[in-house]
């Protein structure tokens, strides 16, 4: 139990345009997913909190306006890149808490590496 | 503020010996703790968590952490390494703000 999958795995797009990122909890509903960034040969760092049916909380230092987050459902919450430019090139990681847990025990998504050409 | 610090950015082991990764902690109230691995372009797995009660932990694939409150410190261990065990550990410390603060990540390489 506790699955998270994330689509796609990996995107490559022209710097400008716009991405978007589909995180899916497929086994159980889940009320916040976070989103994370993961550099190279580095460690996550957390960009938003979503919440279902509330706007995402963000980290200091993350531009809501570029990063748009939707949690639009129990099972679904997106990250949309808006005009993507190539340092936006990365490693993008949601997870989910489940309900009935601690929500600090999240499950994460496969990820999805994102290139900007 | 709450961190985490792993000391050790890569170890190598053989195959057969015992592992342990060190991790420290800097968290004003009793800490949620974990640890996650993390295969190459891959998502992250829950190992183990701990929360309250004993402080030696079992999780999944073998490996055990035990938490030490005098020391500040989550350190994960395996009796035996397997070639499967090669990947990236994350300790991480969880706070009531349902915040997740990962330490910077020991990549395992395990010698044949």
């Known amino acids: 139990g506790a699955v998270v999958s994330q689509h796609p795995s990996r995107v490559i797009c022209k710097s400008g345009t716009s991405v978007k990122i589909e995180c899916r909890s497929l086994d159980f509903q889940a009320t916040t997913m976070f989103w994370y960034r993961q550099f190279p040969k580095k460690s996550l760092m957390l960009m938003a909190t979503s919440n279902e049916g509330s706007k995402a909380t963000y980290e200091q230092g993350v531009e809501k306006d570029k990063f748009l987050i939707n949690h639009a459902s129990l099972t679904l919450s997106t990250l949309t890149v808006t005009s993507a430019h190539p340092e936006d090139s990365s490693f993008y990681i949601c997870s989910a808490s489940r309900p009935g847990t601690r929500k600090e025990t999240q499950y994460f998504g496969p990820g999805t590496r994102l290139l900007v050409l | 503020a709450q961190s985490v610090t792993q000391p050790d950015i890569h170890i190598t082991v053989s195959e057969g010996a015992s592992l342990e990764l060190r991790c420290n902690y800097s968290?004003?109230?009793?800490?949620?703790l974990f640890w996650y691995v993390q295969s190459p372009g891959q998502g992250l797995q829950l190992l183990l968590k701990?929360?309250?009660?004993?402080?030696l932990v079992q999780g999944i694939k073998g490996f055990e952490a035990e938490f030490k409150r005098s020391q500040s410190s989550f350190n994960l261990r395996k009796p035996s390494v397997h070639w499967s065990d090669a990947a990236e550990y994350f300790c991480?410390?969880?706070?009531?703000?349902?915040?997740?603060?990962f330490g910077g990540g020991t990549r395992l390489m395990v010698k044949p």
């Open positions: 991480a410390v969880g706070a009531r703000s349902n915040m997740l603060t």
């Open positions: 968290y004003g109230a009793t800490p949620y």
């Open positions: 701990y929360f309250s009660g004993d402080t």
